[in-house]
Structures are given as C-alpha cells and as structure tokens.
C-alpha cells in the first residue's frame, strides 16, 4: 500500500484522467461496526459499488491460508430460526441463550430473526474510556458468539441431515466474510476476467507452536490447526475460484516460513519486490485494457448512461401512486397538437421527477397505433446528463441510432451541436413519433451558457413532444423557461400530494419492500404525514420507517413533521452512529465544495484532516495515517439515494440530490464560521497539492492519544494524496489532460477561506493557472474568479487584470497560449507600479514562452482603465448591422453571419450561420427581444429567432427595386423598397403589400408599439433634398415636408427639421390634436445640416455640419434664434456628407454629459455644456459605419462602434476621463518596413504617403517624414547606421499633351534623401515612377530603377549628396519584375528580353561602374517563364531564379545552372544551406538546398491542409536559428526552430500584418499592420542559451523619472496618432510630456547601451 498504490495513482491519473481509489475490507472497520453486526453487509455493498463504478479492476482477492473470520448469521429467516429452534428443544439453556440473542421482527414481511446489538447485552462493549471493563465485555461476547455458533451449527447439522435444509442455506452458517466477499466479487460476478485477479500465496513450514504469530497466518482452534476451516479453504482456493477466473488472472506466490515472525522484509525481499511488481503492472493492464475498450466502445458508454436513465424510470414508476388529474393533463399533451414544450414545475420535493418518469412510462400507452421513441434524462444524475454537451451529444446520438442517420456527422462545437439537435427532431414521422423528457433542468451544470436555455426548442416539428421539469427562483431556469415559452397552457404547476395519498403511498411502498410498521406506528406516521404531505417529505418518513423494527422502542420511532427536520434528525442519527465530528467533517466538504467532490478526493481530505484522524485513531496508532474507507462507505449507506453521482469537470463527484440537504448542512454545520473557513482552507490546501508527492504532512497527537497510547506530541506522515499541478504531461511533453478540478475548485475555496494572497499567487495572478484554465474551460469561468473577488473585496490590479482578459477575449477564446503575449503587450505601461502585475509579466516572459516564444518586447495593445471595455470579433465582413436588446443584455450583430455578444461578459453568446451570401445592411430586434429581423444586399431577409437561434430565410421580399430596409413589431414586421412595403408575419407569411404615396421614393419605415408607424419619403428628384415625414396609423395620414434632416420624438408629435423657408435654421413642429403641424419655434443655424441627432431623454438636440457638431439644450428658456453649443473637430478633419441623411453617427451618453461623435475611425467626445473636446479615440483601423449609446438606470453609459475593419468595439464613457497608455502609430497602413542593419534602435515604416522613424529601444515613434500630401511613396530605405533616408515617390499629375489638345495622367516622382535625426530633407532627385531602391557601397550610394513608357533607367546616385555615379537605359526589361544586385555588390542582374521577344534573358551590369558586363540565355532543363530573380546569399556569382515549381540556382559567370530545387520559393538563409516552400494553399516546408546525409531533404513544419487560397509570408531570421510564418488568412504568425523543426510559438496578430521583417540580430521581429500600428517581438527561444535574456530588455527597467516615482518609459494621456490628430488640450498634454523626452533619453540610452553590448 505505501510503495504501490501511489504509484497507481498517479498512473491512473496521469495517462488516463482515473482516480485510483483502494477499498480495503479489512482495515477501519470500527467496533461499532462489529456491535450491530453491520461489517458483512457494508463489505458486500461496497463491491457492489466498486463493480458499478470502476473502470477496470473491481475486486483484488489477497489469500493465504488462513480461511478468516466466520461469523454467525445477523439475520435469519422467521420460517428456519423455528426449525433451529424445534432442533434445540432438547438442550434448555442453548434455546434460552438462542432466543436472549434474536429478536422477531414483524416489520419485515415476512418476520425476520435478528441478532441484537453486543452493547444491548453487554454495555461496555464499546467503552473505549475503561479498558477493562470494556475488556471483560468483549471476552464475555466472543464467549457467547461462539456458544451460539456451536448452538446452529448443530442444529443446521440436524435439518440438513433430515433435508430440511440445502447445502448451501448450511453452508451459509459456516461460510467466512473472506469467502462471501469472494463470492460476491468473483464467483457470481460477470466477466472476471476483464475486471477481478487473485493473488494466492502459500507458506512453507508454519511453526504452529508460536501461537502468537501462526495464527494470523492459519486458523487456530484451540491451540491447534483448525482442520475445518482449512477443508473449507482448500475448497475455496483450490476449486471454486479456478473455474470461476481465468488462469492468467490468478497469481500463487511460495515462500518459506523463515525466523520467529515467519516473514522478513530482509529475508523475503525478492519475494516482496516480485509480488509489488506483478500486482503494479497486472492492475494498470487491467487499467489500459478497459480505458482501450471504452475508446472502442464510446458509443457504448451512451447506451450505458441510457439505461441507467431507464432503469431509474422503471425503479420511480414502481414507487409512484396517485396523481390522476396531471397525468391526464401530461397524456392529452401528448395526443394533441400542440408543438410547443411543456412545463411540470414546482416546489424541490413536490414529485416532479416521479410524475415525468410516471409519464414516460405512459408513452407507448398514449401512441398504441405507432412506434413511439422515447428519451429521458433526469439530469444531473449521471456524468452524461449533468453538463450540456454531454447531454446534447448522448440525445443526438440516440435520435441517429433509432432513426438511422450517420452518428459520424454529430458535430462536437456546441454551436453546431445544438443547431443539429434541433434538425434531428425532424427526423420525427407519424409512424415513428419522438417523445423527449428532461427531468430537472435546473440540475445541469451552468457551464456553456446550459440555463440560458438556448439549447432548448420552443417550437417543434410535427410529431414531436417536449416535456421538462424545473424548480422555481433556483438559477432563474423556470423565468427563462416563461420566456421562451410564454403560453400558461403548456405549465402544470405540481402541488403537494395530500394526506391521504401521502399513506396510501408509504403502504404501497412498504409491500413492494416487504415491510409494514405496527398500528402504534402507523398513528406515527399519519400524523407526520397530515403535517406534511410533500412527495420528499414522503420519501424521507418512508426510509426513516424502513429502518423501524416491531420491536423499537418508542424514543427511536419519533417522526419530524417538516422536510428541514427530519433531515437535521437523519444527520443527528448519523453523527450518534458514526461520531460527529467524522460526519460534520466529510458532509462539510460535500456540501462546501463548488460541485461536488469525487470519493477519492474526499477519501483524501479526511486523510489530510487531523481532528477526524484523531478522532477515529484514538485508541490506537494506524500503520499509515489516511482515513479507513470503510468509515465513508458506513456514512454514505445510511443516505441511501440522497447523494447522487454527478460528472463535474471531467470526474465523477458525489453530491446532494436535493437543494433541501444543502440547507440544512449550512444552517448546521456552516454557522460556525470558523468551522467554515476551515473546511474552505482544507479543500484549498489540497487542491494546490501542498501535501501531495510524498510530502509529510506534521500533526500533533492529542491528549487522549498520548496519555493511551504514550505516544510523542508531534509526527510527520505521507497521506499518499497527489500533487496537483495545472497540466499533467506525457513522457514526451505533450499535454496529456488538464486538471479540471483544482482548476474550478481552488479559487472557489481561497477566496472562501479569505486566503486572498493564495489566490493571487496560485490562480488570479499566476501565469500557469491562468493559462490552463482559458486552454480548457470557458473564459467566463476564469473571468467568474475575478467577478467574485470582485464582489468581496476591491483590488485594482485584479481588476486591471479582469479588463486585460476581456480585452483579450476574441483572441484567447481561440488562442489560449497567446494569453502571455496580451498581457505583456497591454499591461507593461504597469510594470514599475504595480507589483503583481510585474510579477505575472515576468512569469510570462520566463514560463510564458514555452507556449508562446514571441513576446512583445515593447507595451503594444490597448491598456485597461481607459473607456475601451472590449473589443469583439468574428466577423468576416463589415457589420453594418447591429442593435441591443432592450433590457441592454445582448448586442446582435450581423454581417453574412450573426454573431450575439453578451455585453456584461464580451463573449460570444451565439453564433448563427444563415448561409447567405449577401451581406447583412439593416437589422431590427423586435420589441419583446425574441426576435431580429435582417436585410442582405442581394435582396433577402433573414427571420432569426434571438433566444434559440432558429433563422428563416426570405428570398426576394419584395417585387422590382432592391429592398432598402426593415423594421419590426413582436408579431410581424415590414420590409420595404423605394416603392412599397410588404407587411409579413414574424412567421414569415406575405399579409400585406402597400404602393407608396403618391408614387414618391420610400426613403425609411420605423414601426412603432402604438401602432403611429413613421414613413419618411425622398424627393422624385435626386438632386432635390426635399423629404416628406409621414405619421400614419388607422386616424391619421397627415404629412409634413422639411429638406436635408429630421429628428422625430419617440412619440411621433414633435420633429426637429430644416424647412424650405428657413435654409437650415432648425424648426420645431408639433401634431396638434387636429392631426395638423404647428409651428413652435427655430434655432439659428446658416451651416448646412447634414444630420440631426435627439438626446435619448430628448432634452438635447445636436446637428451635424461640416466643421463639427451643434448642440441645443431644449429644455433651457431659449430666444427666438436658439443658443448653441459648438463641438469643433480637430484642424484637418470634417464631417462629408452622408446619402442617407436621416442616419447620424453622433450620439449623446447617459445624462446628456458628453456627445460622442464617429468621424472617420475615431471617435471624438466633447463635453455638452461649454464644447471641450474632452477626448480623441483612434478607436479602429477601418471607417466606423455604425455608432450606438447602451444607457441604463444602473449606470450603464456604453457607446458601441462597429467599423469596416470588421471589429465592434464597446466603450464605457464613465471612464472616459480615465489615462489611456498611448501608442504610437501610423495614421495609414503601414506597407513596409526598413530596418537600419548597424543601428539595431532604428527602424522606418512606410504607408501610402509618409514614413516613420522608430526608436526599437522604447517602440516609440520618433517623427514621421512627408514632403506632400499627394505623393505616394513607392519605396523607402534607411542606410544601415541610421543617418539618412532614401525614398522614392510618386505623383500622377495631370499635364497637357504636346501632341493633342487631351490633357493625360502623367506619373511623375522624385527620390529623397532625408536626414533621419532631423527629419528634413537632405536632397530631391527627380527620378519618374521608381520602382527599385537598392543601397550599394556600404549604404553610400543608392541604385534606384525607374521607368517611364517603354523605357527603364538605372540611375546611382550618392548618399547623402545626391551626386549622381551613372545612369543607363534598358531596352526590353520587363517592368513588373525587379533586378538583383548580388551579395558581393558588384554585379547587377536585370531580367530583359531580346529583339526577339524571347523572355529568357539576363542582362548583367557592373554595379560600381553602371558599364554592361554580359547577357545570358537561360537555357537550363525544364525552363520555365520565372517571376523573381533572389541573389544567393553565400557565392557572390550566384543567383536564384524562381517560377510557379521550382527554384533553379544559377550562376552568371559559368552562365549554367547550378542546381533544380522542386517547389522552392526563393526564401533562403544567409548561409544558402535552406530554402522554404510555402504555397498560398496552405502549408510549410523546409528544404535543405545543399546536401547533408544527417537530415533529410525536406522536412514538413505545416501540414497541407485545403483551406483556401491566402496570402503567405515566410523568412529566415538572421542568426539562422528559425523560420517565421505569417498566414493572412487565420492572421497567425507560426515560430519554428531550425535544428528540431519543432514549433515555438503560434501568434495571433491583432490586425492583418502588411510587412514583416527580422531584426539584424535575429532575435526579433518587426510587424507592419493594416491599423498602422508597428509592433517588435522579441523571439524567445527556451532552448536557445544565447538568446536574449527578456528580463534584460529596456521595458523590463524600472527607471526613475525626474519626479522620483519609478516609471519604465511610458507616457500616459490619449491615443497618439501619426497624423497628430489630437484636441487642443491633448496637444498641450502631449507637449509637455514630449518636454520630459529628452531628460529620460539619456536615462534610456544608458540602459541601451548595456543592453546592446550584450546583443
């Protein structure tokens, strides 16, 4: 047991997620055990439980030759105790002691003898406080069981004799516990040899004579070997056990006796080693043989758990009785038509569970002309039935197998998965009717969303019923349940059952169990029931009568009359039988655990809780301090069906099965808060495994102890429970499976046990934690950690942390291991200041990188604490639509999918895939929130049913035009073209089509609640702004006219336009009760209005114009004219106007503080009252197409923007005055990147039209480099020390042709020299449409390739003077491919063709002199027209010539081929040994260019897998150490590591990647986005000893600023763009923070320096 079960289980739990739990019969079994002779019977059941629960072995039989304890019948039949009484007649005192021991039970049915408590008779028996009385007592017993042991055996002699009795009744009177438990474990088991082995050892020489020792190895009577016992064995051992197990299940081990004590560790250690051995590798190959088995038979599993569901049905059926009047409501259901579910609900304990099974029974009934399928699952009672996609996997499977689909298309997404669950409903027909029942929805576990209910169908197809159950206010599962399922018809609400039915009941109950109480005891009973009548309360009073002999006194047959009661007396009872403080203990830690605890684990806790290891092992010393299993078993049988067994993270759990038992555990156990903590901080001990591995655990032995048994005060023991680590591995290092449950449960009890600097260092703040729970479990559930702590106790960094990860959220979901790079690049900005943050950043850059080798060497995401809350993804297109549900909950998004945030978490609450393929351009959520209605720009209309994610689609709505837009009610809604609208039924049923008025374009539809809809309608006109405002409903039709811009009042009686007479004043009108316009007043205005915006409280109106917004307060006493608020946009920047007049992307924020307006991709707020700019976001990379407020009385104040860069983006305003940790970025795409080679600290990016000059030391932006706004820069280089820029641009001008009157675009452009630390331009070079930038010389000159019509010119200038070296023209060169200069920087290599025409050519130039050195002919095999020409980068005459299959190596000088490398790319090393082949199709191979014997050829770093076709890049970094990938399409950059191919990291990029460049050491790398952002990672490498060390890097300092306070380069204020788009008071901000650069520069650089060196 010490040296092999651990073994076991660590095994068991390593390689197959098992828990290894060894039920010894022998040990624990305590004398109050022995004193109502309940051992046997507590030994058979629990093999029971093991054949029912293991996986595997189930019995392990250890014997020798002793045959072992025979003890006398504890019950004996009422018909043969007469007999055994007749047989004793003759012997008068025999009779007398026959009858002072057994007891007729009339209770049972029927009468039983039974053998009466030792402590009955002998009342010291077990007083463990006076020795020898209790001595004396247990001798006098052992006397007298003996006595009656003779006593029946002579008297079975004697009926067995006169055959009135078999021999196997006989034998029972003879048989040993050992041999019962054989009997049960092996000799009426079923496949034995899958599951039990038998270990027989024989001793050679027994010395007899040393009684002492002899007989714990032999039966002794007397002083004698007892000869019957050993023929009884022999039997045993010898014939019964080998023809019930197969040979090579039975192991038999000799051994000579050897000294006094018979067996010696020293003597017989071969003997011992042997035996360990055998028994460790037979047990895990029963192990891996039955795992094996059960991947074979996976589906076996699920028909298991289906007929444990039947089985349970079967067994509540025989107990149920009544109910008539709802079991006819439930039968007609299933006649009828009705296609919605139905609801049983009620109180816990009330029967709904009985009442479904009763109901399912009835099914075949019901449907006696057809074959009805019936599915039940009483949830939460079994591992398949207690988590969502278990359950939804085992029902899909079962529906597959009756109605013949293929099993292999159930998907295992949850999306998916529930999506098909509902399609196979429909596999229902008249013939073959589906009936589903689920008992106890609200016992599923809430993981993935399950008591959202989303899952759940609330319209069903033909020939389909749904019955569920649920309790009321438990999870709000019941109001879900009324939601989906509004009409009262389908609930049946189950009540109590009444006193009388409540009898009739336990009488029934009581006949089929073949008991009964005395009439004494039914007046009992019936005045319990008429207290309480509760179908649980029923149950209770049963077993508790269960348990009532006739002959009980009248102190033990008392009954509680409330559910609460008799539960606290069944625990009262427990703790007399089994002590208390044992039972408070292991019920403390069922009931605190967050859901449940597997036997093992609590097995584990008891061993680990000293105070019930001192109470269990006070009176004597264990040979191993763990808690005797035997004692939890004795504890679990006396709650016969109250405890269930539960799958909870992947593991059995036991736990209660009614809510009432919880109750009552805390109200007993709980109100002692101490006892509380404890038990917290127990469960929290052993889930962070501090006891684990072996480790002692001290304990101090306590008084009683010492004072009985002299033993120290203080010990160390091992209590052989695991470690508990986040990841268990295999031997290879792969993940082998997650540790679910220390994952789940150990912040649940630190925080619990108030141990809150546990928490941050094993889970909130702990890197591998983390990391594991977001690999395994939903983000919400590591998010859930935080919101606890949050609700106890305010931590700031924890919720810095939180927002981190929701921030994250759309790349974690997906991207566990990219949690170190998220939070590195957002949170560096706090690394000086916030000590737990800076730890777990050094704990990502030190444990991070072996997920993940590409950290971020500089802060590069968006810091939390500002107003960005989160920033969702997962669209494909732009989402044009989006809206909220009304109660703020949910944001629906649409573009050619549907995609449904939770706005309180940031997950994705459903993703719904309709399959069209328009894009989605409106989208309307209907006023009850059940449904959402699309509109596609290909004229289609998508019906989708927001709580269950069932769409319909609508294929042409409308006639002629294209649809404009939708708009829509509870119960239908309308879509409409410029012509008319169409009325449908939510249903999607055509009831109305309308032409509009008077022929004039419809223009939008709002549909309103009270019935007065909104049309508003365009001028025939286009270039007219004219409008026509329509209010109609059944009265009215009135119009009113206005131009440009309209408000409307929510209802409908007051608009806020521009009308013909005033140009762009603002009017007020309002609806009289006449159903006329008046006029009320106007605001002054001259700007033109492109859009007018209410207040949603519509006491503010803003308008937008050109150069910003106006605002007018409209409550405030107002002149004529009005009095304005003005909100200017920054200098540069101004609203256009929109073709749809009527949409405004301004929006006031809760209390009408600030107005939020979206203006290109950002989002400016000012302040309402004096129109301060309060704050610039860069808030996307893309235009922001829609903008949206969430405001709330709980002090919601949300602004949502969705962008063409396919992000939706949620700000919280009330945080808008909060620091945001700005980041340099280019206001354009970044297009490429040029890294100066000797100054590592200097870098430029180029976009469409400026450059940026980076310091790599700090990621700052230094300057940006434009000479005009028109040019476009074609191509940009930095000389390798960083001093000067070349670039080329581009300008298309428009000229006058000379030889035409035509004006034409002519391409025009210069080349730039710039100095790089001034930022000024050196010298311009007029130089036409450069194509070609190469630096030659050491960087001192610049060959730029140019060219203008049909000619190219080569012109090298230098640098920086600009002076020109040479200048050539070719003839024939093929423009869109560029020249190579090769390695040495003498040669040019232009690809031409000859007057021929023939591609073929090669022209090569001295690259010094510009003189032309020679043509070649490419005339090598298999030539094909090639793309790109590649210098190679280790012989100066060779170069690569590259086509669409092969890469060719050729050498200009021998003008021949050198070698032919089939699907070679071009991307070399610098050493030209490898090449890589990455095709846009997917996929990545290494190729060895030169060969080497020890490797092969090529070597495969991606599989090719089909997925479409995607832009890729790949390169070599330049130590030659990896291989770096990008994909366009996943946007992942994959790291691989040369010498082993092994992979080292898979990024997830936060934007599309334009460039990609290594550092000049190879150690890093440069990203160029599409949102202009530029980001340098630093590659990581675990393996690589002369890596970079992270620690070392400059954002890793902590620096002192002029101040004093420790910084680490970070500058706080808002989002700092290239383009310096910034409010005037953020540009004073800045300037003063840019005042503070310079003194920090020197700070910096000294730290660079040291940090260069060691580069």
Not at 545 to 567: A, G, M, N, Y
Request: glycine share 6%; net charge neutral; proline share 4%.
């Amino acid at each position: 047991m010490a040296d092999v079960y651990p073994k076991i289980k660590e095994y068991c739990r390593e390689n197959h997620g098992l828990e290894f739990q060894v039920v010894d019969m022998r040990w624990g079994v305590r004398d109050e055990a022995t004193d109502d002779h309940m051992t046997t019977e507590l030994c058979m059941n629990e093999i029971r439980n093991c054949q029912r629960l293991s996986t595997g072995p189930n019995f392990v039989v250890f014997l020798g030759q002793k045959y072992g304890y025979r003890p006398i019948p504890t019950i004996i039949d009422g018909a043969e105790f007469k007999k055994l009484e007749e047989c004793t007649q003759q012997f008068p005192e025999d009779l007398a002691l026959l009858q002072k021991w057994y007891q007729v039970d009339t209770n049972t049915v029927p009468p039983v003898y039974i053998l009466r408590p030792i402590s009955t008779v002998y009342y010291n028996f077990n007083n463990k406080r006076n020795a020898k009385l209790q001595e004396a007592d247990s001798n006098a017993w052992w006397d007298t069981m003996c006595d009656l042991q003779k006593i029946l055996r002579r008297a079975v002699e004697v009926l067995l004799e006169k055959k009135m009795i078999d021999e196997e009744g006989a034998h029972n009177y003879y048989m040993s516990v050992t041999e019962r438990e054989i009997q049960n474990g092996i000799l009426r088991a079923k496949d034995t040899g899958d599951h039990a082995l038998a270990y027989i050892r024989s001793i050679e020489d027994i010395n007899i004579s040393v009684l002492r020792i002899s007989k714990l190895f032999v039966d002794i009577a007397g002083r004698s070997l007892d000869t019957e016992a050993q023929d009884l064995l022999d039997n045993l051992r010898d014939r019964k056990i080998p023809a019930a197990l197969a040979e090579e299940n039975i192991a038999r081990f000799s051994v000579t006796w050897t000294g006094k004590e018979g067996l010696d560790n020293d003597t017989h250690k071969e003997y011992i080693e042997e035996f360990c051995n055998h028994f460790y590798h037979s047990i895990l190959k029963l192990v891996d043989d039955a795992v094996k088995k059960n991947d074979e038979l996976m589906h076996d599993r699920i028909y298991a758990d289906i007929l444990q569901h039947l089985h349970m049905c079967l067994n509540l059926v025989k107990l149920f009785k009544g109910r008539e009047e709802i079991i006819h409501r439930v039968t007609e259901y299933l006649k009828g038509s009705n296609n919605i579910p139905l609801i049983m609900y009620g109180e816990s304990g009330c029967g709904k569970t009985s009442l479904l099974a009763k109901s399912a029974s009835l099914v075949r009934e019901v449907y006696n002309d057809a074959t009805p399928v019936l599915l039940i699952r009483f949830l939460g009672t079994s591992p398949d039935s207690s988590t969502i996609q278990p359950l939804l996997h085992s029902l899909c499977v079962q529906i597959s197998y009756l109605y013949d689909q293929p099993i292999e298309d159930i998907p295992s997404d949850l999306v998916l998965l529930q999506g098909y669950f509902k399609k196979l409903l429909s596999c229902a027909t008249k013939e073959s009717p589906m009936v589903i029942f689920l008992d106890s929805l609200d016992q599923i576990s809430p993981t993935d969303g399950a008591h959202s209910l989303m899952w759940l169908p609330t319209r069903l197809p033909p020939n389909v019923k749904f019955v569920v159950s649920s309790l009321p206010k438990l999870y709000g599962v019941l109001d879900t349940l009324f939601k989906l399922i509004s009409n009262k018809g389908n609930r049946i609400e189950i009540t109590p059952l009444g006193a009388d039915l409540g009898g009739n009941i336990i009488k029934t109950w009581l006949e089929r169990k073949q008991r009964d109480v005395s009439s004494s005891q039914w007046e009992i009973v019936n005045a319990a029931i008429s207290k309480c009548n509760l179908p649980l309360y029923v149950k209770l009073v049963f077993d508790e009568i269960c348990r009532w002999r006739s002959f009980s006194k009248p102190q033990d047959t008392v009954l509680s009359h409330s559910i609460h009661e008799i539960i606290n007396k069944l625990f009262e009872r427990i703790e007399n039988s089994h002590g208390k403080t044992l039972v408070s203990r292991a019920l403390g830690y069922i009931t605190a655990s967050k859901s449940g605890l597997s036997e093992a684990e609590l097995e584990d806790l008891l061993s680990l809780d000293e105070k019930v290891l001192n109470d269990v092992f006070q009176y004597h010393i264990p040979p191993v301090r763990r808690i005797p299993p035997l004692l939890w078993t004795r504890i679990r049988n006396d709650l016969p069906g109250y405890l269930t067994e539960r799958e909870a993270d992947g593991v059995n759990v036991i736990n209660w099965y009614h809510r009432q038992f919880i109750d009552v555990c805390k109200e007993r156990y709980f109100r002692n808060l101490n006892f509380l903590n404890e038990i917290h901080s127990n469960i929290s001990d052993y889930f962070c495994g501090t006891w684990g591995g072996g480790r002692e655990k001290p304990f101090e032995y306590s008084e009683l102890q010492r004072s009985r048994l002299g033993s120290e005060k203080t010990g160390l023991s091992d209590r052989k429970v695991p470690l508990q680590p986040n990841v268990h591995y295999d031997s290879d290092g792969n993940v082998c499976r997650y540790n679910l449950r220390k994952l789940s449960e150990l912040p649940h009890h630190l925080l619990r046990s108030n141990r809150y600097d546990d928490l941050y260092n094993e889970c909130l703040f702990n890197y591998g934690f983390l990391r594991a729970k977001i690999a395994s479990m939903p983000l919400q559930m590591t998010l859930a950690d935080f919101e606890e702590l949050q609700e106890k106790v305010f931590d700031k960094d924890t919720k810095i942390l939180a927002d981190t990860i929701r921030l994250s959220a759309s790349i974690l979901t997906h991207y566990s291991d990219m949690l170190g790079p998220q939070i590195v690049g957002r949170l560096l900005p706090l690394y000086s200041t916030h000590p737990k943050i800076r730890n777990l950043i050094q704990q990502c850059d030190t444990d991070g990188i072996n997920f993940c080798s590409l950290v971020p060497t500089h802060h590069c995401y968006h810091t939390p604490g500002g107003p960005l809350q989160y920033s969702l993804e997962g669209h494909l297109f732009a989402p044009y639509g989006i809206s909220i549900t009304s109660d703020t909950r949910y944001l629906i998004s649409a573009s050619n999918r549907i995609i449904i945030f939770d706005l309180s978490t940031g997950e994705v609450f459903r993703t719904i895939f309709p399959g069209v393929e328009g894009i989605v351009s409106t989208l309307s959520i209907s006023p009850n929130d059940k449904y959402c209605v699309c509109s596609t720009t290909i004229n289609q209309v998508i019906i989708c049913n927001i709580q269950t994610g069932d769409f319909q689609i609508i294929e042409k709505p409308v006639e002629e035009t294209s649809l404009l837009g939708v708009s829509s009610l509870s119960s239908e809604f309308v879509v409409y073209n410029s012509r008319a609208w169409y009325v449908y039924s939510i249903d999607g049923t055509l009831k109305q089509r309308t032409p509009v008025y008077q022929a004039t374009p419809l223009m939008e539809i709002r549909l309103k609640q009270n019935k007065e809809h909104v049309f508003i309608l365009e001028s025939v006109d286009e270039n007219d702004r004219d409008r026509t405002f329509v209010v109609l409903n059944a009265n009215i039709d009135d119009h009113f006219q206005f131009h440009t811009a309209l408000a409307v009042t929510k209802d409908s009686k007051t608009v806020y336009s521009c009308i013909e007479l005033s140009d762009f004043d603002i009017a007020v009108y309002t609806r009289s009760p006449r159903f006329c316009w008046e006029y009320q007043r106007s605001f002054n205005n001259t700007e033109e209005v492109y859009s007018l915006c209410l207040s949603d409280d519509e006491t503010h109106l803003a308008a937008t114009v050109a150069p910003g917004f106006k605002v007018w307060d409209l409550l405030a006493k107002l002149s004529k004219e009005g009095k304005e608020v003005v909100m200017s946009l920054p200098h540069g920047i101004r609203n256009i106007p929109n073709k749809h007049s009527l949409a405004s992307l301004c929006l006031f924020s809760r209390r009408n503080e600030f107005l939020c307006a979206g203006v290109r991709k950002y989002i400016f707020v000012w302040d309402v009252k004096n129109g301060t700019l309060v704050k610039t976001l860069d808030a996307h990379f893309g235009r922001i197409c829609r903008l949206m407020s969430v405001t709330g009385p709980d002090r919601t104040n949300k602004l949502i923007s969705s962008s063409l860069d396919k992000t939706i983006k949620v700000w919280n305003i009330e945080n808008i005055y909060e620091d945001v940790y700005s980041i340099d970025r280019m206001e354009k795409p970044v297009d490429d990147i040029c890294m100066a080679a000797d100054h590592i600290s200097r870098a430029i990016t180029i976009t469409r039209n400026c450059l940026g000059l980076w310091n790599l030391s700090d990621g700052r932006l230094l300057k940006t480099l434009s000479s005009s706004g028109s040019s476009i820069i074609s191509q940009a280089k930095i000389t390798s020390n960083g001093l000067y820029i070349v670039s080329a641009e581009l300008d298309n001008r428009t000229q006058q042709n000379s030889e035409s009157e035509n004006e034409v675009i002519i391409p025009t452009g210069n080349v730039l020299i710039w100095n790089a630390e001034e930022g000024k331009t050196l010298q311009t070079v007029p130089l036409r449409n450069v194509h070609q930038l190469i630096l030659n010389e050491n960087d001192t000159r610049c060959i730029a390739i140019s060219s203008s019509l049909n000619r190219v010119k080569c012109t090298c200038i230098e640098v920086p003077r600009a002076k020109e070296v040479y200048t050539f023209e070719l003839e024939g060169q093929k423009r869109n491919k560029n020249a190579v200069l090769t390695c040495d920087g003498l040669s040019l290599v232009f690809p031409t063709t000859n007057k021929a025409g023939e591609t073929n050519i090669l022209s090569v130039y001295h690259a010094k002199t510009g003189a032309h050195q020679f043509k070649v002919t490419l005339k090598y095999s298999n030539y094909q027209e090639f793309h790109t020409l590649l210098p190679m980068p280790n012989d100066p005459s060779q170069i690569a010539i590259i086509d669409n299959n092969k890469g060719v190596i050729f050498d200009i000088k021998k003008k021949s081929a050198v070698k032919s490398i089939n699907k070679w790319n071009g991307v070399v090393n610098s050493t030209g040994k490898y090449g890589l082949y990455a095709p846009t199709r997917g996929g990545l191979e290494l190729l060895a260019l030169t060969k080497n014997p020890d490797k092969p050829q090529t070597q495969t770093l991606i599989p090719r897998v089909a997925e479409g076709v995607f832009y890729v890049k790949c390169l070599f970094t330049k130590n030659d150490k990896h291989v770096v990938y990008y994909h366009r399409g996943h946007r992942t950059i994959r790291v691989f590591r040369i010498s082993d191919c092994k992979q080292l990291a898979h990024y997830k990029c936060h934007a599309q990647v334009n460039a990609m460049e290594g550092t000049a050491d190879g150690t890093g790398l440069l990203l160029g986005a599409e949102d202009g952002s530029f980001v340098i990672l630093t590659i990581a490498d675990p393996q690589n000893a002369n890596n970079i060390k992270i620690e070392e890097l400059p954002s890793r300092q902590l620096i002192q600023d002029p101040n004093g306070s420790a910084q680490n380069g970070f500058t706080i204020g808002s989002h700092m763009m290239a383009a310096k788009v910034v409010s005037k008071p953020l540009s004073k901000v800045r300037q003063h923070l840019q005042s503070k650069r310079q003194a920090k520069e020197d700070k910096m650089n000294s730290i660079l320096k040291d940090y260069t060196s060691k580069v």
